[in-house]
């Protein structure tokens, strides 16, 4: 309906924006995460814009996820918006190692072209929580990129995943079970 409307109404109630594109770009393909990601560059509306832009984040594949993450380091995509990418991807399970392989294979520009790269790595590891991720941060810390005044946020990375490996260790079975036997 929205991507066989004319003009730039939108037929949907603005209640429902929201959930109506997310659920459309998650369940969809490539047609409808291309119209959602050019009514963000096309809309006058900011609201309109935010609401596109995060749309964007909720696919389920693979492919256009990187193609999202590469548009980040060019100017078609304000770098507030940029920031607001790597942080919606890193939230979608199937994002959050795209956007943490990113960071570490684009770390030069990530620190040059974004401000608040110190909350951008707490949010893209904050789910971290087993021993690979651990050995993730912990490896690109050692191999000695220029972590300028990211590296106490590094830090606080590596000090959050042991917590949550720790947490993870001690509950998971615990809800597992719980949930296995729930009636």
Known sequence: MLMNSAGNSIPIDVDLRS??????????????WEFAYRKYTTSNLGSDRVLFLYACSYSRDVMILNRFLQYILT??????D??????????????????????????????????????????????????DDLQSILTFKASGPNLGNAAAAIDRAIETTRANIKWMDSNFQIIKNWLQNLP
């Open 82 to 131: 940029g920031e607001n990418i790597l942080r919606l991807i890193s939230r979608n399970p199937i994002g959050r190692t795209l956007v943490w392989d990113f960071l570490r294979a684009n770390w030069d520009d990530i620190i040059t072209r974004f401000v608040s790269i110190n909350f951008l790595i707490a949010d893209v590891t904050a789910k971290f929580n087993t021993d």
């Open 19 to 32: 959930i109506v594109y997310h659920t459309a770009i998650q369940y969809g393909g490539v047609n409808e």
């Open 75 to 80: 100017d078609d995509i304000r770098k507030q």
